[in-house]
Nanobody, 115 residues
Framework: QVQLVESGGGLVQPGGSLRLSCAAS????????MGWYRQAPGKQRELVAT???????NYAEPVKGRFTISRDNFKNTVYPQMNSLKPEDTAVYYC?????????WGRGTQVTVSS
């Protein structure tokens, strides 16, 4: 069983920045992929970015050039740095860890971009 604890959401003005974090615990095995997804009201959950243990990164097109994801393997923590935020980035952001024995999600953290 993997537990995911997210933090860092909030209200920010357009053009502003936020840094989220997600700490994973409880895994007996090394965690390879850690990622973030988001879900806006009335829309399906969508990928934001993923990062592997060796640092391979995948960004969704809408966030490329604005978001940067990093990871601390020792702490099993992943950090998306979100810059140049837009109102359309408003969503609940979810941490995700897919494993061979289960697909784990955090509870989500609200990010609201509004003036």
């Amino acid at each position: 069983q993997v537990q995911l604890v997210e933090s860092g959401g909030g209200l920010v003005q357009p053009g502003g920045s936020l840094r989220l974090s997600c700490a994973a615990s409880g895994s007996r095995f090394s965690i390879n992929v850690m990622g973030w997804y988001r879900q806006a009201p009335g829309k399906q959950r969508e990928l934001v970015a993923t990062i592997t243990k060796d640092g391979t990164i995948n960004y969704a097109e809408p966030v490329k050039g604005r978001f940067t994801i990093s990871r601390d393997n020792f702490k099993n923590t992943v950090y998306p740095q979100m810059n140049s935020l837009k109102p359309e980035d408003t969503a609940v952001y979810y941490c995700n860890v897919p494993t061979n024995w289960g697909n784990y999600w955090g509870r989500g953290t609200q990010v609201t971009v509004s003036s």
